[in-house]
Structures are given as C-alpha cells and as structure tokens.
C-alpha cells in the first residue's frame, strides 16, 4: 500500500503545481450529491483495507478505499456496527455501495441518527493529504484524544474540499440484543406530537418514520417506530406504546428490509413520480425535531423524530421551501438534482451565513491553497 500512497502523493504534488482540479472519488456512489462534479478523477479505491481493529476497545481504522460493506461484514462477526448507519447507495458498477473515505466526506447518517448520533460523532482520527500534498494526522483512536480545534469531524461532511482521506478511525458498537418495530395509523401532526412525547420519556427509541406516499384521498398515514436496546427494555417499551396508543408490532425480518431501504433511499417514496407535470429534485428539510407540519403541497417523508423530512418537488420551489423551511429555524437543499448524473451534479446546499462561510473560505486556504480539491463541490469558490 505503500506505493498506492506515493502515487497519490504524487498525483497531487504535480496537481498543485499545475493548478490542475482534481475530482477525489471512490465508488462514485455519490456522485449525484453536490453541486458541480469538476476536475480529473483521482480514485481511490487502490488504498483499501482494515488497518486496525479492536473489539474490545470499540475501534476500527480503515483506509478511505475500503468498500463500506467490507467495513460492515468484519463489524459484524464480532457482534459490532456503524450505530449511525451510514447510507450505502449502489451503482450499476458498484452495487455493494460506497466506500468509507465518501462516507464520511458525505457526511451523511441514517434513520438511527437522532437518537444516537451523526456520523461526525463516530470519528476518532483521520490521516489526509492535504493540498501541500502533506500527510498529515489528526485526532486518534480514543474518545478523548483532541485538544484544540477538532479536524478529524471538521472532515466528516466536507466533500472532499479539504483534502484527500487516507485512513478513518471510528468509534463502533456492540449490536443491540433486542429490536422491535411498531406501527401506528396517524396523520403528520398527531404522528409528531407523540413522538415528542415518547421522546420525553426513558423508552430505547432508536429510529422514526412517518410516510404518506402520495396526496391521493384515504392513502394511509403511518409512523413506524423502531425500539432498540436490552430486551427487557425493549418488551416493557411495546407494552407502554401500545397502551399509549392503537398500533401493532410488526414482524422483525420483514421490518430489518424496510430500515435498511430507507437507510439507502429505495423505499418506494424515494422513486421520482412518475406523473409530473414538472421534473422534480428530491429535497431534504433539516428542521428542529419540535417543528410542526410544514405548509407544502408535497407529499413528505418524516424521519429523525422529526428533523429530516424528505420531498420531491421541483427545482423552481427553491425559494418557497427555503423561506418554510428558514422560518422553522432549518435549511432546505436539494439532495439529487433533476437530471443528476455522475459527469455533472446540480444540486444545491442552502447557503451559509456569511460568517460561517468566512470560515469555510478560510480552512479551503489554509489546507487546500490552490484549491485543486473538488472545487465547487459544496459551493462557488469551495
């Protein structure tokens, strides 16, 4: 691996010299995600495999080329997962998914996340190139292992803007001994209280979702809510919910398909309709967990017991969900663009405040000073 690194290294001396964009890709699952695909591709996929493991410590290093799937099977032989469960969107070339260097310069999580944490949360230590082509180390493989400015989780979500990941080191848990999933009949806002309200109490809560796939009169409104954690906590938490309110538990091998299509976005809701009148992007709402049913006349998908909420609608509503979705205290970005390909995505991120994005403009130059890193991937100049 040695040589894979220097090649590396010297892939991006020689860009840096040139001023010359380089596109750092992996499985090139994600290539939908972004706003502006540029630059010669420079994969990573060559730097691959587990490095360090230790069950009983909870940790795991791997290089940024290692297959997520990979990553997952070793977890699993020793009882252990990714709690946050990063998605593992597929390409006809790579159908097992991404690759851990995208996961975490996505940055992205998945229905597990608001009860036990983001991605970001989960990154002990990183290794990256930067555009100096200097392979640095920050963080380590210790919960508390940062004094100062945190760089490890500074990457986790930045798109690969900042620099090349070389290595990942990640905090892992034990799988929980019980599961159960409920489901319940009800309409957004009454689906949103009680989700409030079990928040407020001590039940294993560990995912939600709420879907109405279409406007259509009588199509059901359901909430899924997914239980996880000791089995006696698990049991007495059915039984509370159920008093609470009419619902059933439902079978758990069905029920571990449906997480997972969610978790990758291939549940039936996030097929594009195909009966529009206007091609229509996928939209994610980031919102307050408390906010109330948003006024759109989209069909909405709920996760996150409230903070995630999923639409399809056109690229001309831009304005409108941002203005619901900023008066709510959230931000609205479009998440696969009309038309996405993987040559040239179009989505958009809402934009920053112009202090946070003062500070953006300022770690893009202080690690990538010729800015040969993904440019325009999150943002004009970025």
């Keep these: 691996m040695e040589n894979t690194l220097t090649a590396l290294t010297e892939r991006i001396r020689d860009a840096a010299a040139h001023h010359a964009p380089l596109r ?3 499985s090139g699952s994600k290539d939908f995600y972004g706003q502006s695909l540029q630059g010669e591709v420079l994969d990573t996929r060559g730097y691959s495999g587990i490095t360090s493991y230790e069950p009983s410590e909870l940790v795991v290093t791997v290089r940024a080329g290692t297959p997520l799937v990979e990553l997952e099977a070793a977890l699993a032989e020793k009882g252990q997962c990714l709690a946050f469960e990063p998605p593992r969107f597929s390409t006809p070339n790579e159908p097992t998914g991404g690759t851990c260097g995208g996961m975490v310069a996505a940055g992205l999580s998945g229905p597990a996340r ?4 983001s991605l970001r949360d989960y990154v002990l230590g990183v290794k990256l190139l930067n555009g100096r082509a200097e392979h640095l180390t920050f963080g380590g493989q210790v919960i508390k292992n940062v004094a100062g ?7 986790a979500g930045a798109m690969g803007t900042l620099g090349l990941l070389t290595e990942i080191s990640l905090k892992v848990l034990p799988v929980a001994p019980a599961e159960a999933t409920l489901v319940f009949e009800l309409d957004q806002a009454r689906a949103l209280t009680q989700l409030q309200r079990w928040g407020a109490q001590p ?3 560990n995912a939600s979702c709420w879907v109405r796939d279409n406007t259509a009169p009588n199509t059901p409104e359901l909430l ?4 996880r954690g000791a089995v006696a906590a698990v049991a007495s938490a059915c039984t509370k919910m159920l008093a609470d309110l009419p619902g059933r538990l439902t079978d758990n091998d069905q029920t571990t398909g449906d997480w997972t299509a969610c978790r990758d976005l291939k549940l039936p809701f996030f097929t594009a309709p195909a009966q529009a009148a206007e091609s229509l992007a996928l939209w994610r709402l980031s919102v307050p967990q408390t906010a109330p ?3 759109l006349q989209w069909a909405q998908l709920v996760e996150w017991h409230g903070g995630q909420r ?3 609608a056109p690229e001309s509503a831009l304005a409108e969900l941002r203005q619901v979705a900023v008066s709510v205290g959230g931000t609205a970005s479009i998440f696969i663009a009309t038309n996405a390909s993987n040559e040239r995505a179009r989505g958009q991120f809402h ?4 202090s946070i994005d003062q500070i953006h403009k300022c770690l893009k130059a202080e690690f990538d000073p010729t800015g040969i890193f993904n440019p325009g991937r999150m943002y004009p100049g970025l």
Aim: charged share 15%; hydrophobic share 60%.
């Design 310 to 312: 999923w639409l399809w």
């Design 203 to 205: 039940l294993p809560l």
């Design 351 to 354: 934009p920053l405040n112009p």
């Design 24 to 26: 750092i890709r992996g």
């Design 114 to 117: 608001a009860s036990v944490g």
């Design 293 to 295: 049913v948003l006024a």
């Design 224 to 227: 899924f809510v997914r239980l």
């Design 149 to 155: 400015y945190d760089v490890s989780r500074l990457m």
